[in-house]
């Protein structure tokens, strides 16, 4: 077992990158996304693209505290809508729906890394487990679709508190909830940005680059794979 582990009580979890990734390469441009525009982003430059969607993230970061899955698929209507508009792609009511709906239902769009199962079942024998997770209400879905949600004792996400990552509000939920001192604790997470809101509360740090994106400098722990923990 991971040295910085063996005396822990409690390890958290990100999800994305971390036990999962998108099929698509992308969270929010799903699959579906890229049937429905086709080649109509060809037309748009990288820093173009990025602007549409920091639009869309702006509505969504504004209206984050949410119950459920409908209200879920009502934001990412609002996000698909925001994107659309801001390039010209001139998708319909239907088309933008449909993308939304298929963004929050479709459980297809989410793959388990090939050693999360197994590493998050065995460490379950050993420290109770939890997930510090920026999402929304259908991860429930999402991590029993990926048969791996029986192993978490307790979840802190973002959508229930109206709040992301690193607001320190979700690593006091997550403490709340296990009922440990932070130093009993460990975080994995692909942000350097969000285990620095969980190192300040005293929570230790754990860097996951499985996301080449992810795979930065730091002074925290840092491992490439989910299996270098056991």
């Known amino acids: 077992?991971?040295?910085?582990?063996?005396?822990k009580s409690v390890i958290f979890f990100d999800v994305g990158y971390t036990i999962d990734y998108p099929a698509s390469g992308d969270w929010m441009f799903t699959r579906r996304f890229y049937e429905v525009v086709g080649n109509r982003l060809e037309q748009f430059d990288a820093a173009r693209i990025d602007e549409a969607r920091s639009a869309g993230f702006l509505f969504l970061e504004k209206n984050h505290l949410i119950r459920n899955e409908e209200e879920e698929a009502e934001q990412f209507y609002h996000f698909y809508?925001?994107?659309t508009e801001y390039l010209g792609l001139k998708l319909s009511e239907a088309e933008i729906t449909s993308i939304a709906r298929d963004r929050t239902y479709n459980m297809e769009n989410y793959i388990l890394y090939p050693d999360a199962k197994n590493v998050i079942q065995t460490l379950s024998q050993t420290h109770r487990l939890g997930i510090i997770s920026d999402t929304w209400p259908s991860i429930g879905n999402q991590l029993r679709t990926l048969d791996v949600l029986q192993y978490f004792s307790f979840t802190t996400y973002s959508f229930e508190l109206g709040t992301f990552k690193p607001d320190r509000r979700?690593?006091?939920?997550?403490?709340s909830?296990?009922?440990?001192?932070?130093?009993e604790t460990a975080f994995i997470d692909d942000s350097?940005?969000?285990?620095?809101?969980?190192?300040?509360?005293?929570?230790?740090?754990?860097?996951?680059a499985a996301n080449p994106a992810s795979d930065v400098e730091t002074s925290y722990t840092k491992i490439h794979s989910l299996s270098e923990l056991i």
Request: aromatic content about 2%.
């Open 1 to 7: 077992m991971n040295s910085h582990l063996s005396e």
């Open 81 to 83: 809508r925001i994107v």
């Open 170 to 175: 979700m690593y006091l939920d997550a403490l």
């Open 177 to 183: 909830k296990c009922g440990c001192d932070a130093i």
């Open 192 to 208: 350097v940005e969000n285990l620095e809101g969980a190192a300040e509360l005293g929570i230790t740090p754990i860097l996951i």
